[in-house]
């Protein structure tokens, strides 16, 4: 059974950074793609980023290019989402989502398994 928990979110000024990670259980060895997305009140689920476990390909919403970076943890079967130069738009609940194979887009339905969330605020 494929588990995911998320950390490291939190409060912070616009312009600032803040990391989050998350933790896979569950997930055997292999192709599996774990990836990102945020979602806003109101709003439906977006893609951030997403990761391929064995190469280490990413992809990046056209939005978050640039400021965030995606990466594999020193953990085993664990991901960092590094968000620099956040603002208020960037508040959110940030997920961790998993799939055995990455998906050719970012899409939410695209992802079997998902974490509870880690809530993002940025204040102006």
């Known amino acids: 059974q494929v588990q995911l928990v998320e950390s490291g979110g939190g409060s912070v000024q616009a312009g600032g950074s803040l990391s989050l990670s998350c933790q896979a259980s569950?997930?055997?060895?292999?192709?599996?793609?774990m990836g990102w997305f945020r979602q806003t009140p109101g709003k439906e689920r977006d893609g951030v980023a997403k990761?391929?476990?064995?190469?280490?390909?990413?992809y990046y919403a056209d939005s978050f290019q640039g400021r965030f970076t995606i990466s594999q943890g020193n953990g085993q079967n664990t991901i960092v989402l590094q968000m620099n130069t956040l603002s208020p738009e960037d508040t959110g609940m940030y997920y961790c989502?998993?799939?055995?194979?990455?998906?050719?887009?970012?899409?939410?339905?695209?992802?079997?398994?998902w974490g509870q969330g880690t809530q993002v605020t940025v204040s102006a």
């Open positions: 989502a998993a799939e055995r194979y990455c998906p050719f887009y970012l899409k939410p339905g695209d992802f079997h398994y």
């Open positions: 990761i391929n476990t064995e190469d280490g390909t990413t």
């Open positions: 569950g997930i055997t060895r292999g192709n599996w793609c």
